[in-house]
């Protein structure tokens, strides 16, 4: 992996590879013009202004590659020095200049049906607190003046985003303790539906929220925590504005209309957002940017389809598709397609409820788009939305600052409800 300064003056490097000769080099080359290859006073611009903004990231998985590589022993791990086999470390996210991260927890939506949810999710806070102690550059923010005051101290404020509803087991309490523990969000599914909320990527089964979703949504908003509405269904994300009585967000999420994608957002929710004070943060899979993603997609799942008639054996077909992707190379995206995204829900939104949440979550290369791979890479983004006409107010928005008023609106109405609301104490049906 190559630091941003070594990147700048060794991009013959990246000539040859087969990635960049598809999606990148066509036309790029015209002075300035490549995202990848910034005007460096852009680049210094971004970077002074992302220092100043603070930048908040409200996506990451780190804590999830804790467990999964050394079952979170955090001794195999100096993160003081570059780790080239997790998704971020002090280094990188200093050159980065991340000002603030929400760490995700997150477990397989799986494991609602071994109802082993709530103790997965236990692990993941155990592993990220961890983290967070074992490091004198980080600390804990549980408020937006949290975030601003570590900020200024020149540490990286952390706070926690519960990646999926599923883990709360339908238990309110299980909720409250999860915001003791310093989650800020939850995104209300992940993959699948949960008993009380659709996803965007399962069948329509409650159609929304249920009855017991919309009491969820609204303990959310008594205790203080952002309900999340990346990863749900259109149904669940207009239930979820209707009802709540705070700014929500898009923890991780881009624009539908630029990729078609059930995980992006359609148009007709962008348009609530300025009613709702909320924010999308901006992720960067290439599965989720590429505009040409659904239909490579539907071209792979025809290919599939076809070797699953014709062979036998897995093996040959997991050789026949990968011959396949070999012919047929995923259209990976760039940096411009972000920024696309952005542009596309500054149209349809307004500048003041865009924000970032990368997703990065593993080390294979070609995961997210070409040009933001991992951490170090924010800058890159803001040198392309400057050089596209954003102002310094802009990208200081963007950056955090949009986030940072949705937070304060939040912690606001949670105050107000905590005089006259009790506590949900109701569990939610759990299915068999
Ligand atoms: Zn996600």
Redesign the pocket.
Known sequence: MLSRRRFLEQTSLFAGSAILANSVLAGANAANQDPLVPDPKLLARAEALLEKAPLIDT?NDLPSMFLETKAGDLTSFDMSVVQPTLCADIPRLREGCVGAQYW?I?VESATQKTHTSLHEALREFDVAQRFINSRPELEQARTADDIDRIHLSGRIACLFGV?GGHMIENSPAALRTFYQLGARYM?LT?WDNVDWADAATDRPEHYGLTEFGERVVKEMNRLGMFADI??VSPDTMLDTLRVTRAPVIF??SNAFAIDPHP?CVPDDVLRLMPANGGVVHV?FIWEFVSPKYPEWQQKRTAALKDLHARLDTDQAIAKGIADWEKANVPPRGTISDVADHIDHIRKVASVDHIGIGS?FYDVTPGSMVVGLEDVTRYPYLFAELLRRGYSDEDVLKIAGRNHLRAMRQMEKVAAELQKSEAPLITEGLKAK
């Open positions: 996506h995700s997150w990646e995104t992940h990346s990863h923890s991780h995980r992720n997703d």
